[in-house]
């Protein structure tokens, strides 16, 4: 089977602008989670999807937005960005989320806003 | 404060040599989960346990809910080895992240 893919790899935004990244998980899997990662916080969850629906929600602001289709594919966006959005973004996906299932990351986005 | 704490921050050990990382938590889990991510950023599950003891090759994970502690220990370390290990716990809908282990293995 194919990995969880993450497109694009690497971007580089201006402050102001919005993005969106996308991620593809592993066939039949149909959670797919969001994290972001800073070398000052580290790794935070974002957000998990689950058959298009948000299921969890870590604290972001409302800047940081996403969406799964019906292909369990998803989405997501960060509008009006600022310096310290600047990050690795991953997603992982697993058969039906939650704490009794294993989670497999993709490679990642690296996001740099200047 | 931190849900999620991690020791030792950096870790170097000698090839061949016993290691141990170390991951408390502060409130009640429903699993947690030891990652591997090695330069580059990308991000392997390599356990994930809500009790017990688990096995992998020369790796393996323990947890003791009373004490609200896990641990990951290699054996016969090896240069590969070396990446950043980070715990994760499941708490409520959310996962929450240690800070991670740096862990060089010098051959």
């Known amino acids: 089977k194919a990995g969880v893919t993450q497109t694009p790899r690497y971007l580089i935004k201006t402050r102001g602008q919005q993005v969106t990244l996308s991620c593809s998980p592993i066939?039949?899997?149909?959670?797919v989670s969001w994290y972001q990662q800073t070398p000052g916080q580290g790794l935070q969850f974002l957000f998990e999807?689950?058959?298009?629906?948000?299921?969890n929600k870590g604290n972001f602001p409302g800047r940081f937005s996403g969406r799964q289709f019906s292909n369990s594919r998803s989405e997501m966006n960060v509008s009006t960005l600022e310096l310290g959005d600047s990050a690795l973004y991953l997603c992982?996906?697993?058969?039906?989320?939650?704490?009794?299932?294993?989670?497999?990351f993709g490679p990642g986005t690296r996001l740099t806003v200047t | 404060k931190n849900e999620v704490e991690q020791s030792p921050q950096n870790l170097t050990a000698q090839e061949g040599e016993f290691i141990t990382i170390n991951c408390s938590y502060s409130?009640?889990?429903?699993?947690l989960h030891w990652l591997q991510q090695h330069p580059g950023g990308g991000i392997v599950s390599l356990f994930m346990?809500?009790?017990g003891k688990k096995k992998h090759g020369r790796l393996i994970a323990t947890i003791n809910i009373q004490e609200k502690h896990s641990s990951l220990h290699i054996t016969a370390s090896h240069p590969r080895d070396s990446a950043v290990y980070i715990c994760?716990?499941?708490?409520?809908?959310?996962?929450?992240f240690g800070t991670g282990t740096s862990l060089t293995v010098i051959p």
């Open positions: 994760a716990a499941h708490l409520g809908n959310q996962f929450y």
């Open positions: 066939s039949g899997h149909r959670s």
């Open positions: 346990l809500s009790s």
């Open positions: 409130v009640g889990i429903s699993a």
């Open positions: 992982a996906s697993s058969l039906v989320g939650g704490p009794s299932y294993e989670q497999y």
């Open positions: 999807y689950f058959s298009e629906t948000q299921r």
